[in-house]
């Protein structure tokens, strides 16, 4: 992973072709991969051993061998446990209780469902209240390095506590998370086998079932808000509630603890982020039929080279030239972990001019449970250099940008972009294609121009991606644990 670059969130300062692949080209994931693009019998010619020649050209042949495999997860050192088999089946259990929620009916699997490639097939995400978002999937998170549409989290574990305490989603509270572990035999005796003891949560005076610190002027609060103000009706009275002075109830009964005790909560929910990235870390994408077929191309092996069917071989050849897809899509990842504002249209129910990257750099300045806090495993090491280096406020980065999702396992994620707004990958490819849907934004990246593509090599991409669904999991291992 090039997680050492510091060009965290920085805007690349140009889209060349190549530029972005340092995910494949460096760090600590594909040194393998480099021994084998040099040992490999792809030769000038785009032919591989047996002397057939490969059905691609032989520039196609070697962005291939950058794209494949997906490396092994590396392990975050901002997080002690997790690699911790033990937490990760907590993380499982955690991951599908729907006792971390306001009134007991929403999960993680609520929105990720682990039988549907862990998303809803929503267009907007919805959980105690509607959202402005589509759900993300879960592929090859630990490979990841901002989190959310617009980064606003900066490691797997952190990102993990945003929805329990997100009013739109879980609507809960940390000091009721902790309670709700003690509260639950199981839940109970795994998290202290991981963790050690639970604080005396049975002592009420001490720790109230709800509390927790309310952050101010916080997106999914505001849109709460909206949504109490509707329901009641009552403009004037809660206009207020974002002003001064008005305390939220979570936030006096969180006031109201000794200091230690928020400590001790707050402990608690940090190891509850940390268990639950120890599982998500396990949602793997590989060994898809275009993984194959560069272990073909490699191994000179015509079976695995025949894994690409010949509309999906164009459709990458496309991929990574006319089409120009590798410049954000690139790595084995498909994507360069960054943000780019691509034009998409508006949709009913999400706000047309979401700052995306731009918000989210500021929560990420603000956020608790940052990489650099004391709630990190490891704050002053490596995984920190990302956020030494943001852009100051109100640079870099325009309105409307958002990560640019892997595409690895995204023929079975519909609907797509941060606001759902493509049912198909069929209209995806021609939003990039045509860009007649697409909305002028004045910072839309200029390298998104029609691509003058027939509609047969608009098919052929399709198929190449296709060509990137992984092998099934074995969802046992990731479904609702039996009771
Ligand atoms: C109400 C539906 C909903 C629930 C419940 C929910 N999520 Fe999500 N998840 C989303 C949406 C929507 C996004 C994108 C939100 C955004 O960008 O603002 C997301 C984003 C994520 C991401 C970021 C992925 C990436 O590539 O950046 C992770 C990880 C994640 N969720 C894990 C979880 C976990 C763990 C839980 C339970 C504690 C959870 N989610 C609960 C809908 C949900
Ligand atoms: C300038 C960078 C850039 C280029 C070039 C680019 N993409 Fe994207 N892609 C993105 C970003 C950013 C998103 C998310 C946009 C959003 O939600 O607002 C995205 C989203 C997608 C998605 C939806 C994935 C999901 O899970 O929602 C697909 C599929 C996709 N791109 C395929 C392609 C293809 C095929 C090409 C070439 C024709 C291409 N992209 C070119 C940056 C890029």
């Given at each position: 992973?090039?997680?050492?670059?510091?060009?965290?969130?920085?805007?690349?300062?140009a889209?060349?072709?190549?530029?972005?692949?340092?995910?494949s080209?460096?760090?600590?994931?594909?040194?393998?991969?480099r021994?084998?693009?040099?040992a490999?019998?792809?030769?000038?010619?785009?032919?591989?051993?047996?002397?057939?020649?490969?059905?691609?050209?032989?520039?196609?042949?070697?962005?291939?061998l950058?794209?494949?495999?997906?490396?092994?997860?590396?392990?975050?050192?901002?997080?002690?446990?997790?690699a911790?088999?033990?937490?990760?089946?907590?993380?499982?259990?955690?991951?599908?209780s729907?006792?971390?929620?306001?009134?007991?009916?929403?999960?993680?699997?609520?929105?990720?469902?682990?039988?549907?490639?862990?998303?809803d097939?929503?267009?907007?995400?919805?959980?105690?209240?509607?959202?402005?978002?589509?759900?993300?999937?879960l592929?090859?998170?630990?490979?990841?390095?901002?989190?959310?549409?617009d980064?606003?989290?900066?490691?797997?574990?952190?990102?993990?506590?945003?929805?329990?305490?997100?009013p739109?989603e879980?609507?809960?509270?940390?000091?009721?998370?902790?309670?709700a572990?003690?509260?639950?035999?199981?839940l109970?005796?795994r998290?202290?086998?991981?963790?050690?003891?639970?604080?005396?949560?049975e002592?009420?005076?001490?720790?109230?079932?709800?509390?927790?610190?309310?952050?101010?002027?916080?997106?999914?609060?505001?849109l709460?808000?909206?949504?109490?103000?509707?329901?009641?009706?009552d403009?004037?009275h809660?206009?207020?509630?974002?002003?001064?002075?008005?305390?939220?109830?979570?936030?006096?009964?969180?006031d109201?603890?000794?200091?230690?005790d928020?400590?001790?909560?707050?402990?608690?929910?940090?190891?509850?982020?940390?268990?639950?990235?120890?599982?998500?870390?396990l949602?793997?994408s590989?060994?898809?039929?275009?993984?194959?077929?560069?272990a073909?191309?490699r191994?000179?092996?015509?079976?695995?080279?025949?894994?690409?069917?010949?509309?999906?071989?164009?459709?990458?050849?496309?991929?990574?030239?006319k089409?120009r897809?590798i410049?954000?899509?690139?790595?084995?990842?498909?994507?360069?972990?960054?943000?780019?504002?691509?034009?998409?249209?508006e949709?009913?129910?999400?706000?047309?001019?979401?700052?995306?990257?731009?918000?989210?750099?500021?929560?990420?300045?603000?956020?608790?449970?940052?990489?650099?806090?004391?709630?990190?495993?490891?704050p002053?090491?490596?995984a920190?250099?990302?956020?030494d280096?943001?852009?100051?406020?109100?640079?870099?980065?325009?309105?409307?940008?958002f990560?640019?999702?892997?595409?690895?396992?995204?023929?079975?994620t519909?609907?797509?972009?941060h606001n759902?707004a493509?049912?198909?990958?069929?209209e995806?490819?021609?939003?990039?294609a045509?860009?007649e849907?697409?909305?002028?934004?004045g910072?839309?990246?200029?390298?998104?121009?029609?691509?003058?593509?027939?509609?047969?090599?608009?098919?052929?991409l399709?198929?190449?991606?296709?060509s990137?669904?992984?092998?099934?999991?074995?969802?046992?291992?990731?479904a609702?644990?039996n009771?």
């Amino acid at each position: 992973m090039s997680r050492t670059l510091p060009t965290a969130g920085a805007r690349p300062a140009a889209l060349a072709l190549g530029v972005l692949w340092a995910f494949s080209a460096c760090g600590d994931g594909p040194a393998p991969q480099r021994d084998a693009l040099t040992a490999s019998p792809a030769g000038p010619h785009g032919g591989f051993a047996g002397g057939s020649p490969a059905p691609i050209s032989a520039a196609a042949v070697q962005a291939a061998l950058r794209m494949s495999p997906v490396p092994p997860a590396p392990v975050d050192p901002t997080n002690l446990f997790d690699a911790d088999p033990q937490a990760a089946e907590l993380g499982r259990l955690l991951f599908h209780s729907t006792a971390l929620s306001k009134d007991g009916d929403v999960s993680c699997a609520t929105c990720h469902l682990p039988e549907q490639s862990f998303v809803d097939g929503r267009r907007l995400a919805l959980g105690v209240l509607p959202l402005e978002r589509h759900t993300m999937p879960l592929w090859n998170l630990a490979h990841q390095r901002w989190f959310f549409w617009d980064g606003r989290a900066d490691s797997l574990w952190s990102q993990s506590l945003v929805p329990i305490e997100d009013p739109l989603e879980h609507a809960f509270t940390r000091a009721g998370v902790a309670h709700a572990i003690h509260d639950d035999a199981e839940l109970r005796q795994r998290y202290e086998r991981v963790f050690g003891a639970l604080p005396p949560l049975e002592d009420a005076l001490r720790f109230p079932a709800i509390a927790r610190p309310v952050p101010a002027n916080d997106r999914a609060h505001q849109l709460a808000d909206e949504h109490a103000r509707a329901k009641r009706g009552d403009e004037e009275h809660h206009t207020h509630l974002f002003g001064s002075g008005f305390r939220h109830p979570h936030q006096r009964a969180w006031d109201a603890m000794a200091a230690e005790d928020q400590e001790a909560v707050t402990s608690v929910f940090v190891n509850v982020g940390k268990a639950l990235a120890a599982f998500q870390r396990l949602i793997e994408s590989r060994d898809a039929p275009f993984d194959r077929f560069v272990a073909g191309l490699r191994e000179g092996d015509p079976a695995g080279v025949a894994s690409l069917s010949d509309s999906a071989a164009r459709g990458f050849e496309l991929f990574v030239g006319k089409a120009r897809c590798i410049s954000c899509h690139g790595g084995p990842l498909f994507t360069d972990l960054e943000f780019h504002d691509t034009g998409v249209p508006e949709v009913p129910g999400a706000p047309v001019d979401d700052p995306g990257r731009a918000r989210g750099l500021e929560a990420l300045r603000a956020f608790e449970f940052g990489v650099r806090s004391r709630w990190s495993d490891d704050p002053e090491g490596p995984a920190g250099v990302k956020v030494d280096f943001l852009p100051a406020a109100g640079h870099a980065h325009g309105p409307g940008e958002f990560k640019t999702p892997s595409l690895r396992s995204v023929a079975s994620t519909p609907p797509y972009m941060h606001n759902g707004a493509f049912e198909t990958l069929e209209e995806v490819v021609s939003f990039y294609a045509t860009r007649e849907t697409a909305r002028a934004t004045g910072t839309t990246e200029k390298i998104l121009v029609p691509l003058g593509l027939t509609k047969e090599e608009q098919a052929d991409l399709v198929a190449f991606l296709r060509s990137l669904t992984g092998a099934p999991l074995d969802l046992a291992r990731f479904a609702a644990p039996n009771r």
